[in-house]
């Protein structure tokens, strides 16, 4: 048993402490506004106690407005607290676009976006026992292609070389749960079957005997930035390391094990 400390409760984050409370664990974590059992991300006198007692501390908070607001805040803090472990929920976006080719733990940090790429390396410079977690796609109940399809806003867009990796946010919480016993370090927790997304709108289709959208451009679906800059990179994500260090395999090697595990 131990407690944990965790830094933003948002979906990936929410689901691990519900694994381990679970197990008889006491998790507390921050959110904005301090809502339900939670601690307002403001109340230093809250956290800094939290820290003081917990002996596994995890952030789940990306960086804004080009910094990392839990560094910026309790970094100093972290970096001297009395706990064993330390984590952070990072991004394969880290890797930046590599034109479909496999990356491991080893490949350059080069993401479009300096401020992932900061913090990523700030945590794993902060102290010596941190584990910094990049992760693909998230997918899982609530947050699957399947809600995508049933809401209508499921798309196929026509780029035929583009290939995504993915990981279900079980497979998350039992990444970071095999840490806890594993070497501190960088892993890449993904699923092993990297695919287009085209194909999970098929397969999830299939599953709900709903019509395929139409097959379009980018231009032609008329998607956020923040979807097209999905559709800006390219990569297939090796999760050997996290295999072979921590002992991990995902639950669901691949989309199909988990959109049949329900939504």
């Not at 948002?10 to 008889?24: E, I, K, N, P, V």
């Not at 501390?57 to 970094?75: E, K, N, T």
Request: hydrophobic content about 40%; glycine content about 12%; aromatic content about 8%.
């Amino acid at each position: 048993m131990g407690q944990m400390l965790i830094f933003g409760l948002g979906y990936a984050a929410g689901h691990l402490a519900d694994r381990l409370r679970a197990r008889g664990w006491d998790v507390v974590g921050t959110t904005q506004d301090g809502r339900g059992d939670s601690i307002a991300f403001a109340n230093e006198g809250a956290v800094l106690a939290a820290l003081r007692s917990a002996s596994h501390i995890l952030s789940s908070v990306p960086p804004a407005d080009g910094a990392d607001p839990v560094l910026a805040r309790y970094g100093d803090a972290i970096a001297v607290a009395p706990a064993a472990w330390v984590g952070y929920l990072s991004s394969t976006g880290v890797y930046g676009d590599v034109r479909g080719a496999w990356v491991d733990e080893s490949a350059p940090v080069k993401g479009r976006r300096p401020d992932r790429n900061a913090a990523d390396a700030a945590w794993e410079a902060l102290r010596s026992d941190v584990s910094v977690f990049r992760l693909p796609g998230i997918y899982g109940p609530g947050r699957s292609i399947l809600d995508r399809i049933t809401e209508g806003r499921a798309h196929r867009i026509a780029l035929p070389d583009q290939v995504f990796s993915r990981v279900h946010v079980d497979d998350i919480a039992g990444g970071v749960i095999a840490s806890f016993r594993g070497p501190p370090g960088i892993y890449n927790l993904a699923d092993d079957e990297p695919c287009h997304q085209n194909r999970l709108v098929e397969w999830g289709c299939a599953m709900l005997g709903a019509p395929l959208p139409p097959l379009q451009s980018l231009e032609e679906a008329g998607l956020s930035p923040a979807a097209r800059a999905f559709y800006a990179e390219n990569r297939r994500v090796a999760n050997g390391k996290a295999k072979r260090l921590l002992g991990w395999a995902p639950r669901y090697p691949s989309f199909r094990e988990g959109l049949a595990a329900g939504r």
